[in-house]
């Protein structure tokens, strides 16, 4: 099978016949190669660490499904478990065993959700926006905060100063947004807890909640600084406000119970998306019972879905939760991501190149820059035509790594040595092409 993963004459028939049906070719603006040149390649199947490309390519992937893929493409014990629930049927929109089981499950893995409750919706979008109205209503206040550059799925009240593709596209606040949809959400900078002080004094009780993803993912991977969600939560107790972790990508990820589990700090609310569903669409919000008790029908904060907890999506989620808790994969993919990180930086420093990486657990990032990056201002200091050069020649021999700096990679415990292996040999090759061009 070939290596080079740009898109060829069969992917580039597809995205002409896409761009006709929908719009930019694509069913998520992240999935275009606007910010770094070129089409997409289409794929076909993906098994293990490798997605196949319609041209024929084996790549070996970091993008995951943007998350998902923990334990590789294609678990064979996961696409068993969704094969025999779909057997039974595919959605009743009504409750199951097997939800009861998955919400369980979830909740005595999630530091947070230990004698709580959560709610099972279908995106990390539905997780965000739910948990947000849900703080607005427990709490009888309006105002919310977030972070620059961080992304909490696309509700009109967090597309401001947004990551993710927003950033990537530069339109980080979305037309379509009316003002007084984001009137009430408040920004600060990421890693900086003064600044949500500063905001808390400024709006005395009427700050409903902080909403922060507690390892930065969509400004590319940053890091929380040491004490940052301390802070935050001694504020959000200090303040009667609700401190929400958005997990989409962090969840079972970072440690199987996440990153409050990691770093030791207990949200009020937590989202969970991307891994607590295996590959499939689902959603999660919950956290403390007297804040849960709100959601209809036991309380006034509305929130519905048809299919929120069908029975394939639970039957893919349950099965990935119950192998990271047999498999205990954590330590090792953590490991493999190291030594990935290593290697990249060692290879970029050869060469002359200026790179600041950046790793949580089995998530990382490379910047093309030579200061920390701690938060949305120093990861727009990454020179993007690098990246763009990177991303291209890396595509080029088999590495398949998302198409913008503002995303975090994400190893899964399907690499294998062979597999960093090819990488490492690619990057050397490319990092010199790079210093070359100057
Ligand atoms: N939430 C994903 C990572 N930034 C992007 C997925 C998407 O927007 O398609």
Known sequence: M?????????????????????????????????????????????????????????????????????????HPEVVDAVCRAARDG??????????????????????SLRGG??????SGTEATMSALRLARGYTGRSKIIKCE?????????????????????????SAGVPGEAVRDTLLVPYNDAEAVAARFAEHPGEIAAIIVEPVAGNMGCVPPRPGYLERLRSLCTEHGAVLIFDEVMTGFRVALGGAQERFGITPDLTCLGKIVGGGMPVGAYGGRREIMEKIA??????????????????????????????????????????????GLAESAAAAGVAWTGTQVGSMFSGFFCTGEVWNYVDAQGSD??????????????????????????????????????????????????????G
């Open 2 to 74: 070939s290596k080079d993963g740009r898109a060829g004459a069969r992917s580039k028939e597809l995205f002409a016949a896409a761009s006709k049906v929908i719009p930019g070719g694509v069913n998520s603006p992240v999935r275009a190669f606007k910010s770094v040149g070129g089409e997409p390649p289409f794929i076909r199947k993906a098994t293990g660490c490798h997605v196949i490309t319609e041209d024929g390519a084996a790549l070996v992937d970091y993008v995951g499904s943007w998350g998902p893929a923990l334990l590789g493409h294609a």
């Open 90 to 111: 595919l959605s009743f929109g009504a409750a199951t065993a097997a939800e009861v089981d998955f919400a369980e499950l979830i909740c005595s893995l999630v530091p």
């Open 117 to 122: 409750m959560v709610r099972l919706v279908s």
């Open 149 to 173: 550059g961080g992304y909490h799925g696309h509700a009109d009240m967090l597309l401001v100063a947004a990551g993710s593709g927003a950033a990537t596209l530069g339109i980080p606040g």
């Open 297 to 342: 029908p036991l309380g006034p904060v509305y929130q519905a879905g048809t299919l929120s907890g069908n029975p394939l999506s639970v039957a893919a989620g349950l099965k990935t939760l119950e192998l990271l808790e047999r498999d205990k994969p954590h330590a090792a993919i953590e490991a493999a991501t190291t030594k990935l990180c290593a």
């Open 384 to 437: 993007l035509e690098r990246f763009a050069r990177w991303h291209g020649e890396m595509l080029a021999r088999g590495v398949y790594l998302a198409p913008s700096q503002f995303e975090a990679g994400f190893m899964s415990a399907a690499h294998d040595e062979a597999a960093i292996e090819q990488t490492l040999t690619a990057a050397a090759e490319v990092f010199a092409l790079l210093a070359a061009a």
